[in-house]
């Protein structure tokens, strides 16, 4: 399958992740993010549906509003 670079905007921890990762992980990581691109455009959801399966999960996960706030006002 053929692949072409694209830029996509992540917070500031995600993207020093990314850049300290070795070679291998770095594929896994485009792969596992093509994937998931892939997904999201083909079921058709719309923006809402997807966002609040994202918010269930990161509930699920541990995420309440208070730590989300934290993250969304960090300088």
């Not at 070679?23 to 058709?44: D, G, P, V, Y």
């Not at 959801?45 to 399966?53: D, F, G, P």
């Given at each position: 399958?053929?692949?072409?670079?694209?830029?996509?905007?992540?917070?500031?921890?995600?993207a020093?992740?990314?850049?300290?990762?070795?070679?291998?992980?770095?594929?896994?990581?485009e792969?596992?993010?093509?994937?998931?691109?892939?997904?999201?455009?083909?079921?058709?959801?719309?923006?809402?549906?997807?966002?609040?399966?994202?918010?269930?999960?990161?509930?699920?996960?541990?995420?309440?509003?208070?730590?989300?706030?934290?993250?969304?006002?960090?300088?």
């Amino acid at each position: 399958m053929a692949t072409k670079p694209i830029t996509v905007r992540v917070n500031a921890e995600v993207a020093r992740i990314f850049e300290t990762a070795s070679e291998e992980e770095k594929r896994k990581i485009e792969a596992l993010l093509s994937l998931k691109l892939s997904q999201a455009t083909r079921e058709k959801r719309t923006l809402e549906e997807v966002m609040s399966e994202i918010s269930q999960k990161a509930q699920k996960r541990g995420l309440t509003p208070e730590i989300l706030d934290s993250i969304l006002h960090e300088k």
